[in-house]
């Protein structure tokens, strides 16, 4: 399903439950993630725009590339290229082809992407990933949050690689004051479906008080002020995690994590 959000972009939801994002500069075009269901995506992009399109990944979990191969150059956060190797194999049974090293490229904390009148600023917020980054748009005023923070209904932290707790907190304290200057910024997720809440209730989109209500859940569970429920979690080592929630927060993680 596409959806044009504003003047330059366009929100891409597939089958996998996976979203998207177009975004169209004045010189080139850049697209944030590319689903996971595999199925091609450049026809619509380029019903929509002629220039140059480049991919640029909020982290490395196959959901979020499996159109990939259908870019020439793909961004990659360098301490999520270095975790690649270990997501390909953990995440297998997904069937995402893996990412082709020869168009892939790496980019730090803060790199800015110019597309010609239009910026997009990658601001780590570490965590759900070794190298998880957020887009930030001033032009539009806007933030792609990929799974930093999850979607609106839980951060999946039991998965490999992800931080313990106290990293993932100290991640986030770091990521509020960095974010100040766009405290007011829309957001948009990697699953935005998942912030639905039933008819007749505002969607918990993601934005800066559900990063701030994760630093308090953190907390209060390092603390053990709450213990969370037991789930089932296939990407968890045990096969076992715990879900908790608070305020507008929400997380997935396992026993060996609370520290
Ligand atoms: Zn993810």
């Not at 269901?37 to 929509?48: C, D, E, L, N, Q």
């Not at 957020?134 to 609106?152: H, L, M, N, P, Y």
């Not at 559900?210 to 045990?238: H, K, N, T, W, Y």
Request: glycine share 10%.
């Amino acid at each position: 399903m596409i959806t044009q959000l504003t003047d330059s972009i366009w929100r891409y939801h597939d089958e996998t439950g996976s979203t998207s994002y177009l975004v169209v500069g004045k010189t080139r075009a850049a697209m944030i993630d590319c689903g996971g269901a595999g199925k091609p995506v450049m026809p619509w992009i380029r019903s929509m725009t002629d220039l140059p399109v480049i991919l640029l990944l909020t982290h490395a979990h196959p959901d979020h590339y499996g159109s990939a191969a259908e870019f020439d150059e793909v961004w990659l956060h360098e301490d999520d290229i270095s975790a690649l190797p270990v997501f390909e194999e953990a995440f297998s049974v997904m069937g995402v082809k893996p990412l082709d090293r020869k168009t892939l490229h790496s980019f730090a904390d803060d790199h800015v992407f110019d597309l010609g009148g239009e910026t997009l600023i990658a601001c780590a917020l570490k965590g759900h990933t070794p190298g998880s980054v957020v887009f930030v748009d001033e032009a539009q005023r806007c933030i792609f949050s990929g799974d930093a923070v999850g979607s609106g209904d839980i951060v999946l932290m039991s998965v490999p690689l992800a931080y313990n707790l106290s990293d993932y907190m100290h991640s986030l304290e770091e990521f509020l004051e960095r974010i100040e200057p766009w405290a007011d910024y829309t957001w948009h997720a990697g699953h935005y479906h998942q912030a639905g809440r039933g008819e007749g209730v505002p969607p918990n989109t993601p934005c800066r008080a559900l990063a701030a209500d994760m630093v308090s859940l953190c907390g209060a569970l390092l603390a053990g002020e709450i213990q969370g429920e037991s789930v089932r979690e296939i990407f968890a080592p045990s096969g076992k995690a715990r879900r908790a929630r608070l305020g507008r927060a929400g997380i997935v993680f396992s026993d060996e994590q609370c520290k």
